[in-house]
């Protein structure tokens, strides 16, 4: 699992910086300000969950596995939604997919808040004893 998550926050870098150079070079003179306002938005949240993504395939023994499991698949899970909505919608798609963007928020909160539940539980193992 470890290598996973630091295998897709490979991946999902590298297409945030490309969307980044997309957004900045060819799409700045193309679309409303409002839209690139998305786009950047979504580039610059995609960028950092990225780096939890790598974060969360570094974790292990610090964060309970079920824990990391479930922020990674929520770390990554919210790139796609939340990035991938307002990326949509930036490049024409329709507002309706607005609706989805807070999906994708919510799983990044959801992320955030295993990696931290799963940290004191760690903890508490260990305290115990536990391996």
Avoid: K, N
Avoid at 50 to 74: I, N, W
């Amino acid at each position: 699992m470890q290598r996973s998550f630091i295998l897709w926050a490979g991946v999902f870098g590298a297409l945030g910086v490309l969307c980044g150079a997309f957004g900045a070079h060819a799409l700045r003179s193309r679309i409303s300000p409002e839209a690139l306002g998305w786009f950047e938005t979504g580039t610059r949240y995609h960028l950092i969950h990225a780096l939890a993504l790598f974060g969360t395939g570094l974790a292990a023994g610090h964060v309970d596995e079920h824990a990391r499991r479930v922020a990674g698949a929520c770390f990554a899970g919210g790139i796609v939604l939340f990035a991938g909505s307002l990326y949509a919608m930036a490049l024409g798609g329709p507002r309706l997919l607005g609706a989805i963007t807070p999906l994708g928020g919510a799983a990044w909160i959801a992320g955030w808040i295993a990696i931290s539940a799963g940290s004191v539980r760690r903890h508490d193992d260990q305290g115990r004893g536990a391996a």
